[in-house]
């Protein structure tokens, strides 16, 4: 399996050069397809707990978006976002709790994952994801995210007219884009000129930079009680990027910084599960 991988990524690392060498702007724009791609994807039996859901779909921008509800109706609605190549069946260990504390949940495979359609996925369209679940299946003011999950929401509540009564639970968010983007370029080494013309690809997609996407960007713009959970270890979303948001010190923000889980292994682990549900 890592000599498949080895060979893969070997394989790509010299189409990109090839490429950038014929047109540095055709390798870019094959650097942002493969950029917003998952190349896995979550396939695996329903978690018991979610064989019990109540099964919800629908279509957004084209894909036929596949999700759950539990306990509808209740007052207390939270919607749950996992993170990149990951599934919302991967939070199954939350369920029961949260029930127990009579919330409504909903969650939904992003496009590209697990039981969802498409191929590809980018910030701006799962912060609009969130946007229309909110509108058709809210009020929501609860929500639990993981990774890319986290800066999409972070994105949503920009425009999410929201107030302190709302609740927001950050499990190692994709803090910065520039991170993501720079871990992307070491690993399939594109030279600095297609980086260039990958970052202007952004630029023209919505009109902003690289570095809007940023939950630490947003969170000024955040009302809502936030639980902001992030490993030392975790070296795809670092702690050095949450560092910034914890200087500046916002009242409503409570930082639970771990040791020892990375990035997965932390929104898996028993005392985050638990610290969680005592939050919300």
């Known amino acids: 399996m890592e000599l498949t991988k080895r060979l893969a990524l070997h394989y790509i690392q ?12 055709k390798a870019a724009e094959e650097a942002f397809r493969l950029f917003t791609t998952p190349q896995s994807r979550v396939k695996k039996e329903l978690p018991p707990i979610f064989k019990k859901a109540e ?6 921008n084209g894909v036929t978006i596949q999700g759950f509800r539990f306990n509808h109706p209740s007052e207390k609605k939270l919607l749950i976002l996992h993170g990149f190549e990951s ?20 969650a939904f495979d992003a496009p590209a994952h697990g039981l969802s359609g498409g191929r590809q996925i ?3 369209d799962y912060k609009n994801l969130i946007l229309h679940i909110v509108k058709t299946y809210g009020p929501v003011t609860s929500f639990l995210t993981h990774s890319f999950g986290g800066l999409a929401l972070g994105l949503a509540l920009e425009e999410l007219p929201h107030n302190e009564s709302w609740k ?7 803090t910065e884009s520039t991170t993501a983007m720079k871990h992307f370029v070491h690993i399939v080494k594109l030279d600095a000129d297609v980086q260039e013309e990958f970052e202007k690809l952004i630029v023209e997609a919505n009109g902003k930079p690289l570095s809007w996407y940023s939950v630490a ?3 000024a713009s955040i009302k809502a009680q936030v639980l902001f959970l992030q490993d030392k270890n975790d070296y795809i979303t670092p702690l050095a990027d949450v560092q910034p948001i914890v200087d500046k010190g916002y009242p409503n923000f409570r930082f639970v910084i ?14 985050t599960v638990q610290a969680i549900v005592d939050f919300l």
Not at 55 to 60: A, G, I, M, T, Y
Not at 168 to 174: D, E, L, N, S
């Open 55 to 60: 099964k919800l779909s629908f279509n957004f």
């Open 168 to 174: 927001a639970v950050f499990i190692a968010p994709a």
């Open 87 to 106: 599934s919302v069946l991967n939070f199954d260990a939350y369920v029961q709790p949260l029930l127990k504390k009579d919330y409504e949940i909903l």
């Open 217 to 219: 960007r947003a969170a």
């Open 258 to 271: 771990s040791e020892g889980l990375g990035h997965s292994k932390i929104y898996r682990n028993k005392q």
């Open 122 to 124: 980018n910030a701006v």
């Open 14 to 25: 010299t189409r990109f050069k090839l490429l950038s060498r014929l047109s540095k702007k």
